[in-house]
Each structure stands twice: as structure tokens, then as C-alpha cells.
């Protein structure tokens, strides 16, 4: 165990993919294999808290992702409700703060209240930030930013020869964060789907074949290492 953060590592990013095509292998339901993926979402709360992270963000929902089978959308829904009821006691124990990204109007009433009842309640906690992307796509949020931009240059309070890469910044949806050291994705899929299109320019990336629903702290502890082999040069020399 790490008994302090490594300045290299603040936040980790992780794409949970392959829920699906573990229920398969098993002839079971999809929606079994977003069940089983809670064990994982645990896990990497854990290793995080252990290693003295300060951010997590688990993209949970896509803004394609309602594109998915009602049924689909509708149990996954559930799942974040069922989610949050039994696990706050218990981040809130480990002084997590619960945050989200995403556009969260998008979400229904009932696990919206939820996610509001638990990101309140965890808000002064300050301990490990555990983000979920929710109905989230890079492009609506570099969208998003736009329009917040372009209202300020109509009102007056912004120029535009004064926009800049860090306006851009800091008009994102959690300005606060910063940009994520490392984009895990599970599965054996090798690519971005819209996650964190602006903040990922120079994250390392770490592909596993392994299923999300059997990526378990053993797993994630593996990742984390090889990302800490990588040599980061941010486009200088070393
Ligand atoms: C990707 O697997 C998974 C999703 C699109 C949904 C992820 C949802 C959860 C992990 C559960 C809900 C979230 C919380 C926070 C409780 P896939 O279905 O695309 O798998 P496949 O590529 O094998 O079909």
C-alpha cells in the first residue's frame, strides 16, 4: 500500500466496457453482466482510496448510450439508484465525495434525486472524488462550453481575441478537476467513445482485454503499474 499520492497520479479515468459480452459467456442477460459490474466500481474505489488518488471518473452513461433497448436504459437507471442507496453509507464512511459529470437533466427524476441526496451529502468530504459520467459525451460538453462562451462575448464580459485554451478549460463541466493521468478501457476495445475528448490530450492510455465485470482490484493494480512504466513528456523532451 501507498502511504502517500504520487504527484504523477491524480486522477484516473476508466472506460467500464464489456458488461455485455461478459452476461453472454455465460448465457445470461446483458443487464446481468451491468449487475455484476458493480463489484469492479467497489474495487476501484478501493485501490483508489488505498493509493491516495484524488479523482475517479467511471464513464457510467454515454450520451449514446440512450440510444440502447428501453429495457436496457431503464435497468441501468435502476442500477444507479439501487447503486447509490447501498453504497453511501459506505463512501461517505471512506470520506469520498460523489460528483458527477454529464448533462444530469437528461437523467430521471428518481435516480437524479438520488445522485442530488448523495453528492450533497458527501460534498464536504475530502477524501477520494468519485466522478460518474452520466449521460456524458466529450462533444456536448466542449458544445456545452461554447455556448457558455459565446453568451459572454454577446453580453460584453468577453472578447473574443481573448479566448483561450484555458477558457475553454474552465468552462467545462468540473473546471476543478484536473485532467485525468491515465484513460483505462476494458474489454479489448481500443478507443475514446466521446469520453473526455478536451481533457484526455495527454493522458496515457492503458487498453485491457479484460471484461469490466471481472476487472477487480488485482486488475486495476496491474493497469496502475503500467502506466507508472510509461515515460510522460508532454510533448517536450525528457
Ligand atoms: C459497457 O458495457 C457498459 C455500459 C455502457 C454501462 C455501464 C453501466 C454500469 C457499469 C452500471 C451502472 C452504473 C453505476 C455507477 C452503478 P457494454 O454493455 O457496452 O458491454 P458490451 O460492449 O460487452 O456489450
Known amino acids: 500500500m501507498r502511504s502517500e499520492a504520487e504527484p504523477a497520479l491524480k486522477h484516473i479515468a476508466i472506460i467500464m466496457d464489456g458488461n455485455g459480452r461478459w452476461a453472454r459467456k455465460r448465457g445470461l442477460a446483458r443487464i446481468k453482466g451491468h449487475t455484476a459490474a458493480e463489484k469492479s466500481i467497489h474495487d476501484a474505489v478501493e485501490v483508489c482510496g488505498e493509493a491516495g488518488i484524488k479523482y475517479l471518473t467511471l464513464y457510467a452513461f454515454s450520451t449514446e448510450n440512450w440510444s440502447r433497448p428501453r429495457a436496457e436504459v431503464n435497468f441501468i437507471m435502476k442500477l444507479l439508484s439501487r447503486f447509490i442507496k447501498g453504497n453511501i453509507d459506505e463512501l461517505h464512511r471512506k470520506n469520498v465525495?460523489?460528483?458527477?459529470?454529464?448533462?444530469?437533466?437528461?437523467?430521471?427524476?428518481?435516480?437524479?434525486?438520488?445522485?442530488?441526496?448523495?453528492?450533497?451529502?458527501?460534498?464536504?468530504?475530502?477524501?477520494?472524488?468519485?466522478?460518474?459520467a452520466l449521460s456524458y459525451g466529450g462533444r456536448a460538453e466542449i458544445r456545452d462550453a461554447v455556448t457558455i462562451i459565446a453568451e459572454k462575448v454577446v453580453s460584453g464580459e468577453l472578447s473574443p481575441s481573448d479566448i483561450s485554451?484555458?477558457?475553454?478549460?474552465?468552462?467545462?463541466?468540473?473546471?476543478?478537476?484536473?485532467?485525468?493521468?491515465?484513460?483505462?478501457?476494458?474489454?479489448?476495445e481500443q478507443r475514446l467513445s466521446n469520453f473526455l475528448l478536451w481533457q484526455s490530450a495527454y493522458s496515457e492510455f492503458v487498453f485491457t482485454p479484460v471484461l469490466w465485470p471481472d476487472f477487480h482490484a488485482e486488475e486495476l493494480r496491474n493497469s496502475l503499474e503500467e502506466f507508472r512504466a510509461r515515460k510522460r513528456r508532454f510533448g517536450g523532451l525528457e
Open 165 to 188: 485554451e484555458e477558457t475553454i478549460s474552465n468552462n467545462l463541466y468540473n473546471p476543478d478537476i484536473p485532467d485525468p493521468d491515465v484513460i483505462i478501457r476494458t474489454s479489448g
Open 97 to 132: 465525495r460523489l460528483r458527477t459529470t454529464g448533462r444530469l437533466y437528461d437523467i430521471p427524476d428518481g435516480p437524479r434525486g438520488d445522485l442530488e441526496k448523495a453528492i450533497q451529502r458527501t460534498s464536504a468530504n475530502t477524501g477520494l472524488n468519485l466522478v460518474l
